[in-house]
């Protein structure tokens, strides 16, 4: 497929970029919408982006946080960003469907953005540094979390 970028308007607030990426065969943006500061998304299908969806709202979005967002499967997405708190928050969706209730990762405190990678069968692992600056992980399956894990330390 060739490359064919279309410029289309998508209203961004804050002062980080949003995340991107690839579902089934579209694309997900994830991104804080202002200024209301809500976690926003949209999927662009072919060539044309579809209307925002909305993730989480206010005192529960850090807009100074890039959220992040991956693609568990063809079918199924994640999305994870802070909240002004601290707290890092979740939320999944399938393609074509809506995004499920936002909750809190158990015991998840970080004011960075945390990495995602998809381990397959509809499982993820969740990299974040905590509030104590060290870096712990939890991995993520049929809607639950595991209680983090402190990872050993990196090297400065």
């Known amino acids: 497929t060739a490359w064919a970028p279309t410029a289309e308007p998508v209203t961004t607030f804050g002062p980080r ?3 991107l990426t690839t579902f089934g065969p579209d694309a997900l943006f994830v991104y804080v919408r202002g200024p209301a500061n809500e976690l926003q998304s949209r999927t662009r299908a072919g060539t044309t982006w579809g209307d925002d969806r909305t993730i989480d709202t206010g005192a529960n979005v850090d807009l100074n946080v890039t959220p992040a967002v991956i693609a568990l499967d063809d079918t199924q997405a994640l999305a994870v960003w802070s909240a002004t708190s ?5 939320a999944a969706r399938t393609r074509g469907g809506s995004w499920s209730t936002a909750a809190n ?10 990495a995602l990678a998809s381990l397959g069968a509809s499982r993820a692992l969740l990299a974040f540094h905590g509030t104590d600056d060290a870096l712990y992980v939890s991995t993520y399956a049929t ?3 595991s209680t983090p894990a402190r990872s050993s330390p990196i090297p400065r």
């Open 17 to 19: 970029a949003g995340t």
């Open 105 to 114: 990762v158990p015991m998840c405190l970080s004011n960075r953005r945390a």
């Open 86 to 90: 601290g707290q890092v928050r979740f």
């Open 143 to 145: 809607g639950a979390w």
